[in-house]
């Protein structure tokens, strides 16, 4: 994030014509946009597609739609501008991969398969890794096991940890995108945490982190 006005006072200066808090709402959170392409894109297609130039075809489509949004504010900003961009993700990999067609009025990250990459960098986020010469072996097979407890949770649960660690995302943003309120987010957190830990149990055999 950019040091001056925070996105709730850009929206305010927007409304009332100011053009350069126009420009840099549109700029403010290409990183943002940028993580979670990334880590939603299918690495087939990303050998075809860079996730910039999602990232910049979904700020085109906020600049169109700015006035609109400006009117009628459905959503806080930046999952207003997120779901700009996952509606473009979701038809790329519908256009190249053929993935099954659905509503993107509500989201369900799990309808698009988490990278190998993006179940590893959420392993990393959830779990203790070790340090030592057999760290290589231990990441390998904690891939594995990751990625099949975390296909095994529900989908609620699975959207959650992606939101709030891959994506980085307050509860209040999370919320917004997921169109519950922040008590509830903070309670499927809770639940599929407890949920994978129990799945990874059952793997491992052994007590985790």
């Not at 290409?30 to 990232?55: F, W």
């Amino acid at each position: 994030m950019t040091a001056g006005p925070d996105t709730d006072q850009l929206v305010e200066m927007a409304c009332k014509g100011d053009e350069q808090a126009r420009q840099q709402l549109l700029t403010r959170h290409r990183r943002r946009l940028h993580r979670m392409v990334a880590a939603h894109m299918d690495r087939r297609l990303a050998a075809r597609v860079d996730p910039s130039d999602v990232v910049q075809e979904a700020l085109a489509d906020a600049a169109r739609k700015l006035d609109g949004y400006l009117q009628k504010r459905p959503l806080p900003f930046y999952p207003w501008l997120r779901r700009l961009a996952w509606e473009r993700l979701v038809k790329l990999h519908h256009r190249h991969l053929r993935t099954h067609r659905r509503s993107v009025e509500r989201e369900e990250p799990g309808v698009l398969a988490l990278p190998d990459e993006s179940a590893v960098e959420l392993a990393n986020c959830l779990m203790d890794i070790r340090s030592g010469p057999g760290e290589r072996l231990l990441r390998e097979e904690l891939r594995s096991r990751v990625r099949a407890a975390l296909d095994r949770l529900p989908a609620n649960d699975r959207e959650v940890l992606v939101l709030r660690y891959l994506e980085q995302l307050r509860n209040d943003d999370i919320a917004a995108i997921l169109g519950i309120t922040v008590g509830a987010v903070k309670v499927r957190h809770v639940r599929a945490l407890g949920r994978l830990r129990d799945l990874l149990h059952q793997e491992f055999g052994e007590s985790q982190p």
